[in-house]
């Protein structure tokens, strides 16, 4: 794409937004605000607005889409990086190989799953509990919501490695006040499959509670305090209250929490990557990519497959939820 | 990125770009501006060659190390009147970038790893054979370390600096107090382990959370067991991992396993080192680098260390495994006779004895090196070392880096704590050593 169509779409495009579904009164007064905007463009306007609007669409086609078809076309080749002429063209290859023969990739998927289910059972509801009893304007609540969003703060790294002191087999917080360091008690926290995803999905949590608390703490906010009043007229108790007056009223919260949620447990990283780097048991597929892609003489093709796989299931996530709402946008 | 000169002044127009380059280089890397890289090859010739400079790409990002390598680099400007500007990258970050360096504008030398790690950018043609420099120094090295210095063409393509071996550690007190005997042969050293049990000892302190140390014990094993020629060829990736010769090692480790250390897939290096230091493990099998975490100027002094036992007398102790750092020039240097005389300078004995000064870890790889101020360790390694037959250099950098990580380090992590699942772990490894050495 050349700077100057760019420049050229961009410049067309408050036009565009201001094209109206005639009857409704908002658009006709965008229309009337477009056309009085469009006598007032000078030509350096015109060089300002096309700046503004084709350097970001520049750069996001180039970091964004070239990024994400590129990768999508790399996972049916083979390739080590070493020069273009290397790039070989395999088909299906990657995949195959990846669905038969890869130990690691269907625990992998199901380590992303139980990722999200684990933080919709668990730190959700917790968050959405504490959120609750902030909300009652408790004393001290400022020092409480501080407290509950400071691990939100702090990057997962730290948090990975702030947990895996915590979890050290020979000298961990938990092992040593329960004795199990010595020869023969070892729990190994870090390196046991059956135990270390629950580990981490611990550390997680943690993180994942506060973040849900402010969430859900803003989306109480909101709540019409004469709501309550009615159902309190209505003599419902506080459960009853909540459960059938102030928690549907938090619709949209629990949609952007679900979405935050579903995120979360796809780019779900860092945290494993310090803790064990992706050892048996905590295998996901973000580690998968990145042991395969970064490093010396990588496997790239093989890597973007697996990206590929990621990004497919965040569209078959993504997709219904960005159809239902703007399908909303449109009936609103 | 990670770019830090020591400080030499430098045109800061060509400094700028380079390193523009080199970010978008690594951005390739990763599938991104693919049609930016054709760009990077292209950008290299502008810069004009300075006679009096060479760079060099160092991952010497450590305090101590950096500054011996400076003190070479200094001795070699007094000598030569050449200065040295050095572009030192973070550890892991210059092996991580590797590729997309050495396709972009590298620096005229850099530091590398002997073995198949070598041979491969010199077989991609990211490096420049340096048959000239070793007319030179040849003299200066044992046959093992020119073996190890040469290509899959049979050119020389590296400049051996230093070298360490891998044995088996432990406290000499602690074997005296309890009348241990160093063991020779795989009898004496399983009747050894079951003994040190018995003492309440840990026989064989481990830990492999980074996931690298068991290629360690794996390749003591199976050098033992099928012969260096064999172990090559394995990890060339030519012969099979289904082969019975494979089970047979592998048979031996789950021998010694349950005397290994418990949970060794939660724990580092450095905590089992501690266990050694604490005396509460009997032995442990470690490179020489195992002395960094003896603090104690006297527990070091009650450091040693024995080759790994006899399996099969028909190969005895004839392989060690010793990894070797040390330089290479890469493949369009801008100072081509400067660099040469720079890797000629690094080839001398002089070089390697004042590298040696801030590392006592490591023995130089020259045989003409002065042993005079070596430790008793230091004199040990390096006595076991020019007594070797074969030199390997670790599971990691004698067979194909994608191989290693992505295959045999979860795979080594689950037979640790499974052994029992070594038949469909092992097919498993051929299987997908197949495809990726297909590629």
């Known amino acids: 794409m050349n700077p100057m169509s760019t420049t050229d779409t961009s410049t067309q495009s408050p036009e565009a937004a201001a094209v109206p579904s005639p009857g409704s009164a908002r658009a006709r007064s965008a229309r009337k605000a477009g056309q009085g905007h469009r006598r007032l463009l000078t030509r350096r306007d015109r060089l300002t607005l096309g700046l ?31 020069g273009f002429d290397a790039i070989k063209w395999v088909g299906l290859h990657n995949f195959t190989e990846l669905f038969t023969n890869n130990p690691q990739f269907w625990p992998a998927v199901e380590h992303n799953v139980i990722w999200f289910v684990a933080l919709i059972l668990v730190p959700t509801p917790l968050g959405l509990f504490l959120a609750v009893q902030l909300d009652k304007k408790i004393r001290f609540s400022r020092a409480y919501q501080t407290a509950f969003f400071l691990p939100v703060v702090v990057s997962f790294a730290v948090i990975g ?34 135990l270390n995803l629950w580990a ?20 109480l906010k909101s709540v019409d305090p004469s709501l309550r009043e009615a159902s309190a007229l209505d003599g419902a108790n506080e459960w009853q209250t909540f ?81 239902a709402t703007f399908r909303k946008e449109r009936r609103a | 990125m990670h770019h830090s000169s020591l400080g030499q002044p430098m045109p800061a127009p060509g400094t700028s770009r380079r390193t523009l380059l080199r970010g978008i280089g690594g951005a390739a890397a990763l599938g991104a501006g693919i049609p930016l890289l054709g760009a990077c090859g292209g950008g290299s010739g502008g810069t004009a060659a300075d006679p009096k400079t060479v760079t060099l790409g160092s991952n010497a990002s450590d305090a101590v190390p950096k500054k011996a390598f400076a003190e070479i680099y200094a001795a070699f400007a007094k000598k030569s009147g050449v200065k040295v500007d050095v572009n030192t990258k973070d550890h892991n970050t210059f092996q991580e970038q590797i590729n997309s360096y050495l396709q972009g504008t590298p620096d005229d030398v850099f530091h590398w790893f002997a073995g198949y790690r070598m041979q491969f950018f010199a077989a991609k043609g990211l490096a420049t054979p340096i048959d000239d420099v070793w007319k030179t120094i040849g003299g200066n090295f044992p046959e093992a370390m020119k073996a190890l210095s040469k290509g899959e063409d049979g050119k020389y393509y590296f400049v051996p600096l230093y070298t360490y071996p891998w044995a088996l550690f432990y406290r000499k007190s602690v074997f005296q107090e309890k009348g241990y005997e160093v063991p020779t042969t795989w009898d004496q050293f399983v009747t050894l382990c079951k003994q040190m049990k018995k003492d309440g000892l840990v026989p064989i302190a481990f830990g492999d959370k980074d996931a690298w140390p068991a290629l360690g014990t794996f390749d003591q094993i199976n050098f033992r067991t099928n012969g260096y020629d064999f172990h090559v060829e394995l990890m060339a990736g030519k012969a099979s991992w ?25 724990r580092t290096w450095q905590d089992a080192a501690q266990t050694l230091v604490s005396k509460k493990a009997g032995m442990y099998l470690l490179g020489t680098f195992v002395g960094q975490q003896f603090t104690n100027q006297a527990d070091l002094e009650d450091l040693d260390f024995f080759a790994f036992p006899e399996i099969d007398p028909a190969y005895g102790q004839d ?35 004042i590298y040696l000064k801030a590392d006592p870890n490591v023995v130089a790889a020259s045989t003409k090196a002065d042993t005079s101020s070596y430790t008793p360790l230091q004199k040990k390694a390096y006595e076991m070392i020019s007594g070797a037959q074969h030199l390997t250099q670790y599971m990691d950098r004698d067979s194909r880096p994608d191989f290693t990580s992505t295959v045999m380090q979860p795979a080594l992590q689950k037979f640790i704590r499974d052994p029992k699942g070594v038949d469909s772990l092992l097919s498993s490894i051929e299987r997908q050593k197949k495809t990726i050495f297909a590629s």
Do not use: C
Request: charged content about 15%; proline content about 5%.
């Open chain 1, 52 to 82: 503004m609007a084709g350097l970001p669409t520049i750069l996001h086609v180039a970091l964004v889409w070239v990024t994400a078809l590129a990768s999508i076309a790399l996972a049916f080749t083979t390739w080590d990086g070493i």
């Open chain 1, 200 to 219: 981490v999905l611990i550390a997680a949590s943690w993180r994942h509670t506060g973040y849900m608390m402010i969430l859900y703490l803003a989306g």
């Open chain 1, 161 to 194: 490695f702030v947990w895996q002191l915590v979890y050290n087999p020979d000298t961990g917080l938990i092992n040593s006040l329960i004795g199990a360091n010595e020869p023969g008690r070892y729990i190994d926290w870090i390196g046991d499959p059956d």
């Open chain 2, 242 to 266: 289904t082969d019975a010769k494979v089970r047979k090692a592998f048979d031996h480790w789950t021998e010694i396993l349950p005397y290994h250390q418990e949970g060794a897939v939660g």
């Open chain 2, 319 to 353: 392989t060690v495994e010793a990894p070797t750092d040390g330089y290479m020039l890469s493949k369009s240097p801008k100072n081509h006779e400067g660099a040469v005389k720079l890797l000629e300078f690094l080839g001398t004995p002089e070089a390697e004895e």
């Open chain 1, 243 to 323: 459960r059938n007056v102030i928690f549907p009223t938090l619709r949209p919260t629990n949609t952007i929490v679900l979405v935050v949620t579903i995120i979360e447990a796809l780019r779900a990283f860092d945290l494993v990557f310090v803790f064990n780097k992706g050892a048996e048991g905590t295998e996901l597929l973000s580690i998968l990519v990145t042991n395969n892609i970064i490093g010396e003489s990588s496997r790239i093709g093989y890597g973007s497959a697996i990206a590929v796989v990621l990004l497919v299931i965040s569209l078959v996530v993504i997709i219904p939820y960005l159809v």
